[in-house]
Structures are given as structure tokens and as C-alpha cells.
């Protein structure tokens, strides 16, 4: 891991949505990310992973500001992205793209494959008409697909071509950060492997940085650089994939990665399940948010939320029992 | 395509053997005799059976429904019992003259529902969104004739800036036939706009809170675009649709406005038929409604190829 200035550092980020109330009541807070840091380097990936409502999406999206963050910090190399006037930040969008889990819902059913990634290409280019029709066949040649389905409907593919349709979309700006919102996670299994060689090719060729957020372990542990775990909206474990995947140190991160199937008899060790479910993140426990389920629990747990530090080369964890 | 077209059309066949049944039954059903409207109830037994086998009213109910819709089937829909004239003829100088009422308040209504229906959706939960629901709901509730009246009232009588009453030709005068035009265009579109309104703002809803309005967003597109590029034009559909089906009530408003605004289109004439049970012409002009009616649904549904491509495809299998 290279320590040059990163692409993307994000500071203290915090997400809170309303829920609720109405006239005269206050409306309650959902925390959907609490003190989110961590850098990404160029042509790196890093891996998002944590249960559904762990709040993953919500940091994809509030670094994109497709959500604005309650409080925090972005900075893309050295642009505060949160305080970009709406100008710059259109200006900004082509540089940072996101791929969404749904590619049926993602691609806008009344437009042709060209109209869809032309879009971007009038919006932030002077190209002429030709030339950005150039380019977007050019484009869909990338991702594999043929020019003739540019004058097609979205509703015309299947699922995986879909995806790599919105690939495409992503890649036409030539983005240095592309958000992967469980890219991956609706399409069945060999067609996983097939966009997931695409995104590596990608970056290999462009450079480019990825947030891979995804709840599967396998595919986050064939992708990535880098792994963040997060728990009720706050990362309890950061650090390389072969350190984390090896010897994880959260007792969540150990319970998640005990509850990944293998066919290796050797990989099957003893399993730490863990018990109960993800408490509401509209009244989390007092302190550490994983307390009610941790077997490792101590007195400190239940009144002070751990900090994420360095456990020992670069190996983080936000655990009082580590 | 053409295909899709064909088909369609041939659909419409049962759907107008059943309508003629229907109105044509009705109206004989109707108590009341033409011969009593036409000869007075004073008349002799033999004058009024003369009249009433002039008219063919003697002949087995079957047979004349045959005869009816014989003619119907070859574009003559009988001859007027008041005036003599055929029928067809009197309808096709009124139709101008509802078109125009007709074509003028859709204009104006979907215009102005789809875009406070878009802005009520765009600021959903505060003070536009419920002024937009609260203006729907009046335009839905409240009685055409009472705006209409209101309406002539305020415009016309205090004000004094547009015309109570009256029909101009917009060939004559363009200006005057639409300040003509204004009030009861309004009047008989404010139903059909509170329900476009809703219609508008609940799809918009619905569509805006899709995945590939965010993708737009991450494109760069600014919030106006997202909506009225992406959004606004995956709702339309519905508004279509909607627009299309509501057009029956569009057409029975035509009455009631063409009444109150001396308005010489099919609707007045329906009703001075029924005033002099002038049966022939009141059949032409009810069938003529119903089959016009028809005809636009059979459009709606061709341009729904246009607006969305899914039935398109469906179309050619």
C-alpha cells in the first residue's frame, strides 16, 4: 500500500435521516452512518461490507452527495467535495460514478441504450453529435456489447447485459472513482464472474478507483485491496484484505467470516454464530453498537463506543477486547 | 405496428353492435311518444296512427332496430323528426363547435395538472403539495354547472372582461372565439385537471423515487432535467391513459356546459332533442358520443406504442 495523498479521503462523515414526525413532532433520527473515515488510494478497491442496514449504501451515496451528509468531510484529492457549489459539483460528477445493484431499475425504461450514455457525454462534453455517437459505440464495445444495441430498449436485455450497459454509463466519462452498490449481488452466479473481470479490466486500463460495497464475502474477497466491516453504521474493522480475511479481529468481522460456505473441510473451524439481530439503528445500544451480541463483551462495552485504532500494522479495529 | 392497429380496430366491432343495442333500447324504453310531441296530445286516434306508421313506429321493435342500424351501417342515421333534416348532417355542423370546447379544455387542463402535479410531487409533504391536492380536490368536487355559473358571474357580470354566452367561429374571429372559448373551456376541464393533477403527482412520486433518477442525478443532470427529462416522461403514460378514460366525462360536461353557455355544439343539441323527443336524432347523437368516444381510447392506445416501447415490442409479437 502506497502512501502518496489519496483519491478519496473521507472525514468524520456522519448520515442522519429523519423519520417521521409531522406538524408539531419531531421527527426521529435514524444514524444510518456515524464518524465514517477512510481513504482510497488511486486504482485501488475497497471492499464495504456489513449486513443489510449497516448503512453501506448511505456512504456510497453521501460521497457521490446523491445524499447530503449530515456532517464530515469528502475530499476528492483535494476538493472539498461537500462544499462544492452546484456548478462544480455537476463538474465533479463526471469524475466519480456509481453503479447501482438493480439494473432494471437503474437504466430509464424510455430511452435507447444511446440515448442513455450519450447523456453524460452532452452534459460534460463540447464533443459533436458524431463524435459522442462514436464514442459511445466505442464505449459499448468495452463492456462487450455490440453497436447495433445502442437503437435498443433497456427492457430488451437481460440482467447481465444490463449491468454491463450500466458499466458502460459509468465508464463512458472515463470516472477516476466508480461506487459499486452491490453491482453484482442480483445477478446469478457466472454471470457475476463475467462483470466482475469487466470491473477489473476496467481498472486496469483506466486507472480507476472502486468503493465495492456488497454484503457477499467471496466476491469482496476476489475484488478487493482493502476491506472496511461495518456495523450499525460505523466501520469495527479496516485494514488489507489478506490480514482481515486471515486474522479478523472484531468478533463480528470473526462471526461474518465463519458464516461464509466453503467446500473445504479444512475451512470449516469451529463457527462463532452470532445471536439475535442487528439492533434498530433508531435506538442503538449504549455503547460499543455490537455489545448485545458479543460473547467477548467487558464492563467498558456498554458505556464507551470503542475507537477504530490501529491494532498493529495498519490492522484497525473498534474493539475495547482487542 | 400496422399490425397492432388492425386488430385494434377490429375489436371495435362488437364493442359497437353492443353500444347500438344498448342505445337503441334505451331510448325505447323511454316513456313518452314522439307522436304526442309532434301532434299534440289533442289529436285523433287515426292522425296518430298515421304519423306512427310514417315514422314506422308501428313495425315489430326488432325490425326497426334493423332498419336503424342498417342506415347507421351506411352513414345515415335517420332523419330528424323536428327539423326533417338527416341527422348526420346536424351533427357534423355541431361537431365543430364541441371539438373545439372539447380539445380546448384537455389543452388547458393538461397543462396545467401535469405541471402542478409535477410540482406537488417535487415538493412533496410542504405547503405547494397541499395547496396542488386541495385545488384538485375542489376541481374534482365541485359541480361543473356551480363553477360555471360562478364563473359567469364573476367574469362576466362584475368584472365584465369575458363573454358570458356565445359561439364564434375561430375562422371568423380568432381573438373574440377564444375570449368565447375561455370560460367554459375552464369550467368544463377543472374536473379533469384535479384528477390529472392527483394522477400526475402520485406517479411522479413513484417514479422519482426509482433507481435510475439517482443514475440521472450521477450523470450530472441538474434536478429540472431529472424530473421533466427522466421522470416526467415514464409518468406520462398513466396521464394518458387517464386523460383517454375521462374523456366520456369530458363528453356528458359538453352537456351541461353547452347548456349554461348557449354553446352550439352536440350537447345542446342532445338535449333540445330530448326536450321535443326528437328520438332519431337523439340516438345519432348518443351513438355518435359513444362511438367518438371509442375511437379516441383506440388513439390513446396507439400512442401508448409512441410513449412506451414495452408495448411496442409486445405489439409485433
Known sequence: ??????????????????????????????????????????????????????????????????????????????????????????????????????????????????????????????????????????????????????????????????????????????????????????????????????????????????????????????????????????????????????????????????????VKKADRQKKVYLLGEIPSPLNPPAGCPFRPRCERALAACSVEMPELRDIGGGHMAACHAV | MLGYIINRIIYLIPTLFIMSLVVFSFIALIPGDPVDAILGLNASEEARAAVRAELGLDRNILVQYLSWAGGIVTGDFGTSLTSGEPVMKLILEKLPATLLLAFASILISVFIAVLAGTIAAVNKGNWLDIGVLVAALAGISIPVFWIAILSVLLFSVHLQILPSIGYVSLLEDPILALRHLALPSICMGAALAGGIARMTRSEMIEQLSKDYVITARAKGLSPNEVTYRHALRNSLITVVTFTGLELGTILSGAIIVETIFAWPGLGRMAIDAIFTRDYPTVQGVVLFMAFFFVFVNLLVDISYTFLNPQIRLGGKK
Open chain 1, 1 to 262: 500500500m502506497t502512501n502518496e495523498s489519496p483519491l478519496l479521503r473521507v472525514e468524520n462523515m456522519n448520515k442522519v435521516f429523519p423519520i417521521g414526525g409531522g406538524f408539531m413532532k419531531k421527527p426521529l433520527e435514524l444514524h444510518a452512518s456515524r464518524n465514517i473515515s477512510f481513504t482510497l488510494n488511486k486504482g485501488e478497491t475497497l471492499g464495504l461490507v456489513g449486513e443489510s442496514g449497516s448503512g453501506k449504501s448511505t456512504i456510497g451515496r453521501c460521497i457521490l452527495r446523491l445524499h447530503e451528509p449530515t456532517n464530515g468531510k469528502v475530499y476528492y484529492e483535494d476538493t472539498d467535495v461537500t462544499a462544492l457549489a452546484p456548478r462544480d459539483m455537476k463538474a465533479m460528477r463526471s469524475k466519480m460514478q456509481i453503479i447501482f445493484q438493480d439494473p432494471y431499475g437503474s437504466l430509464t425504461p424510455r430511452m435507447k441504450i444511446g440515448q442513455i450514455l450519450d447523456e453524460p457525454l452532452r452534459i460534460h462534453t463540447n464533443l459533436s453529435k458524431a463524435e459522442r455517437r462514436e464514442k459511445v459505440l466505442e464505449t459499448l464495445g468495452h463492456v462487450g456489447m455490440r453497436t447495433m444495441h445502442a437503437d435498443r430498449f433497456p427492457h430488451e436485455f437481460s440482467g447481465g447485459q444490463r449491468q454491463r450497459i450500466a458499466i458502460a454509463r459509468a465508464l463512458i466519462m472515463q470516472p477516476n472513482l466508480i461506487v459499486a452498490d452491490e453491482a453484482v449481488s442480483a445477478l446469478d452466479v457466472s454471470i457475476q464472474a463475467q462483470i466482475i473481470n469487466l470491473m477489473v479490466e476496467a481498472q486496469r486500463e483506466q486507472d480507476l478507483a472502486y468503493l465495492f460495497i456488497s454484503h457477499d464475502l467471496s466476491v469482496v474477497r476476489y475484488m478487493v485491496d482493502r476491506v472496511a466491516v461495518l456495523y450499525l453504521g460505523s466501520i469495527v474493522e479496516l485494514a488489507d484484505r489478506d490480514s482481515l480475511y486471515n486474522n479478523p479481529a472484531h468478533p463480528y468481522t470473526q462471526a461474518l467470516l465463519t458464516a461464509v460456505p466453503s
